[in-house]
């Protein structure tokens, strides 16, 4: 963590929605543990893309919807990026490049959430901290990004009991690492760093991911309020 | 002798698999039925899912931001920390809500410190400043847009361009009155004591520039009413007003951060 903010799971995780998939894969105990895990840490990214212990405990609409919740950050922090109009300035090679992902990570949240029903979920307010703001600060946690999800779905794919949803991950599982291999090569990084990818050793993108995966608490916008101060 | 027979029987069930696939190849999809296997090899799982082609982003012409003002701050009339302050923005609302601020635009000082170009609550009304990005929470979005007709009394909300709401309306009287300009929506209230508001409040980053000792600093809201035959017309002091049901339709319609003309 060179030089860079420490920031511990619950100070971003507000609203608790990736604690709570991680307790569901894991287990109070070990969602205590990540309550103080510092964000970006080996131990932690070891921890979210580790499969669980009580592996017997876990179905498969857990696996799915916590995987949903990736999907939903990678999807929204390439639309943000689109939104606020970095890609657009990018070159075209990089533009393309980012307008590809984000559509491909916009149709894996469109058929999770499909295939989860009401399971899905309400989508977390994320906070992005202006990481998408900057050409620099978006692709280089594009890469943190499209790597600690080939890791979650290669910790998490083996553990699915279902063989057609396994191969259905597989099917994710490739891709992302097609992604994360394209984000190396946009920033002109090795494509293929090792041999073979650990699902548990992420240490090599953890610098990168430190505070850029924010799911945030939603503004509290609406109230009940007796006596509201308005000119009537 | 046995070994050769097995041999020639693995080869031939081989071209067979090759053969087919070629076959497949060839037609393409008016081929029906699947493609011929060889004995023995097992076919891929089928997925349970497979996701459907990448659509591009849309284009979203009507689509505007908002940001939760995560810690208190000052507002500053340029993207410069020397630059003059033009307001304090703070973190949560007379409500009791959350502030948020409208999001106008963004860009970087000279030392690549990201800032926020925002739409304030404060008088004068529609005033703009620049926050540092790093005081502003995660961006929300809405396509809608709520515009005020004083001259005819109406209130109408429209989404991506197209109107999908309208009702008449209560405006200040003249010695109070509503005041024009670009503002914002940024909390909803319910549940009161009394029946003055209606069922539902929405408030505004409009304020009343007549009513400036108004407790709470005289925001103007948008809320039902207990005296509906009063509208549409000039009666209130400066909120705009509406028939319950009306005020209830627009709240299953309008997200708060929605942008607000009153014209």
Redesign the interface.
């Given at each position: 963590m060179t030089g860079e903010p420490t920031l511990r799971l619950q100070d971003v995780d507000r609203d608790e929605a990736l604690l709570e998939a991680v307790a569901e894969l894991h287990g109070d105990t070990r969602a205590d543990f990540l309550r103080t895990a510092v964000i970006g840490s080996g131990v932690l990214l070891a921890a979210l893309a580790a499969p669980p212990a009580a592996s017997a405990a876990v179905s498969d609409t857990q696996i799915l919807t916590f995987g949903l919740r990736f999907e939903r950050l990678q999807a929204s922090f390439y639309?943000?990026a689109?939104?606020?109009g970095t890609v657009g300035k990018m070159d075209p090679r990089k533009q393309r490049w980012a307008?590809?992902l984000?559509?491909?990570e916009?149709?894996?949240v469109?058929?999770?959430k499909?295939?989860l029903g009401r399971k899905a979920g309400k989508r977390p307010?994320?906070?992005?901290?202006?990481v998408t703001?900057?050409e620099d600060s978006f692709t280089r946690t594009t890469v943190a990004m499209e790597d600690l999800t080939v890791a979650l779905l290669a910790g998490v794919t083996p553990r699915v009991h279902?063989?057609?949803?396994?191969?259905?991950l597989?099917?994710?599982l490739t891709t992302e690492a097609r992604h994360a291999a394209w984000a190396r090569n946009i920033v002109n990084s090795t494509p293929a760093v090792r041999s073979f990818d650990e699902p548990r050793s992420l240490s090599d993108v953890s610098r990168t991911v430190a505070h850029t995966h924010?799911i945030?608490a939603a503004?509290?916008?609406?109230?009940?309020?007796?006596?509201?101060?308005?000119?009537? | 002798m046995r070994l050769r027979r097995l041999l020639v029987v693995a080869v031939a069930a081989l071209v067979a698999g090759v053969g087919g696939a070629a076959i497949g190849a060839h037609s393409g999809e008016s081929t029906p039925g699947p493609a011929p296997v060889a004995a023995g090899v097992p076919q891929?799982?089928?997925?349970?899912?497979?996701?459907?082609?990448?659509?591009?982003?849309r284009a979203?012409p009507y689509?505007s931001?908002y940001a939760?003002v995560r810690v208190a701050a000052v507002a500053r009339s340029a993207p410069d920390p020397g630059a003059r302050v033009v307001a304090r923005v703070d973190a949560t609302t007379?409500?009791?809500?959350?502030n948020?601020v409208l999001v106008l635009g963004?860009r970087?000082d000279r030392s690549?410190r990201?800032w926020v170009k925002v739409r304030l609550a404060t008088l004068p009304n529609s005033r703009t400043g620049w926050l540092p990005?790093?005081t502003l929470?995660?961006?929300?979005?809405v396509d809608t847009r709520l515009v005020v007709d004083l001259r005819r009394l109406t209130a109408t909300l429209m989404r991506r361009g197209r109107p999908i709401f309208r009702a008449r309306v209560g405006v200040?009287r003249p010695q109070?009155p509503t005041p024009r300009g670009e503002f914002y929506v940024?909390?909803?209230?319910?549940?009161?004591?009394?029946p003055?508001?209606g069922p539902l409040?929405f408030?505004t980053s409009a304020r009343?520039t007549h009513?400036t000792d108004?407790?709470?600093?005289?925001?103007?809201?948008i809320?039902g009413t207990d005296e509906p035959q009063l509208l549409p017309g000039r009666v209130?002091?400066?909120?705009i007003r509406m028939r319950n049901a009306d005020i209830l339709r627009l709240a299953r319609l309008m997200p708060?951060?929605t942008p607000l003309t009153i014209a």
């Amino acid at each position: 963590m060179t030089g860079e903010p420490t920031l511990r799971l619950q100070d971003v995780d507000r609203d608790e929605a990736l604690l709570e998939a991680v307790a569901e894969l894991h287990g109070d105990t070990r969602a205590d543990f990540l309550r103080t895990a510092v964000i970006g840490s080996g131990v932690l990214l070891a921890a979210l893309a580790a499969p669980p212990a009580a592996s017997a405990a876990v179905s498969d609409t857990q696996i799915l919807t916590f995987g949903l919740r990736f999907e939903r950050l990678q999807a929204s922090f390439y639309t943000e990026a689109d939104r606020v109009g970095t890609v657009g300035k990018m070159d075209p090679r990089k533009q393309r490049w980012a307008e590809v992902l984000g559509e491909h990570e916009r149709a894996h949240v469109r058929i999770i959430k499909k295939i989860l029903g009401r399971k899905a979920g309400k989508r977390p307010f994320f906070d992005f901290h202006g990481v998408t703001e900057s050409e620099d600060s978006f692709t280089r946690t594009t890469v943190a990004m499209e790597d600690l999800t080939v890791a979650l779905l290669a910790g998490v794919t083996p553990r699915v009991h279902d063989r057609r949803l396994t191969a259905a991950l597989f099917g994710l599982l490739t891709t992302e690492a097609r992604h994360a291999a394209w984000a190396r090569n946009i920033v002109n990084s090795t494509p293929a760093v090792r041999s073979f990818d650990e699902p548990r050793s992420l240490s090599d993108v953890s610098r990168t991911v430190a505070h850029t995966h924010f799911i945030a608490a939603a503004p509290k916008m609406t109230r009940k309020r007796r006596k509201p101060g308005f000119t009537g | 002798m046995r070994l050769r027979r097995l041999l020639v029987v693995a080869v031939a069930a081989l071209v067979a698999g090759v053969g087919g696939a070629a076959i497949g190849a060839h037609s393409g999809e008016s081929t029906p039925g699947p493609a011929p296997v060889a004995a023995g090899v097992p076919q891929p799982v089928a997925p349970a899912f497979t996701p459907g082609h990448p659509e591009p982003l849309r284009a979203a012409p009507y689509r505007s931001s908002y940001a939760p003002v995560r810690v208190a701050a000052v507002a500053r009339s340029a993207p410069d920390p020397g630059a003059r302050v033009v307001a304090r923005v703070d973190a949560t609302t007379p409500e009791d809500t959350t502030n948020i601020v409208l999001v106008l635009g963004r860009r970087a000082d000279r030392s690549g410190r990201l800032w926020v170009k925002v739409r304030l609550a404060t008088l004068p009304n529609s005033r703009t400043g620049w926050l540092p990005r790093s005081t502003l929470g995660g961006y929300g979005s809405v396509d809608t847009r709520l515009v005020v007709d004083l001259r005819r009394l109406t209130a109408t909300l429209m989404r991506r361009g197209r109107p999908i709401f309208r009702a008449r309306v209560g405006v200040g009287r003249p010695q109070w009155p509503t005041p024009r300009g670009e503002f914002y929506v940024r909390n909803r209230l319910t549940k009161f004591a009394g029946p003055t508001y209606g069922p539902l409040a929405f408030g505004t980053s409009a304020r009343s520039t007549h009513l400036t000792d108004w407790p709470d600093g005289g925001f103007i809201g948008i809320h039902g009413t207990d005296e509906p035959q009063l509208l549409p017309g000039r009666v209130s002091h400066g909120c705009i007003r509406m028939r319950n049901a009306d005020i209830l339709r627009l709240a299953r319609l309008m997200p708060i951060g929605t942008p607000l003309t009153i014209a």
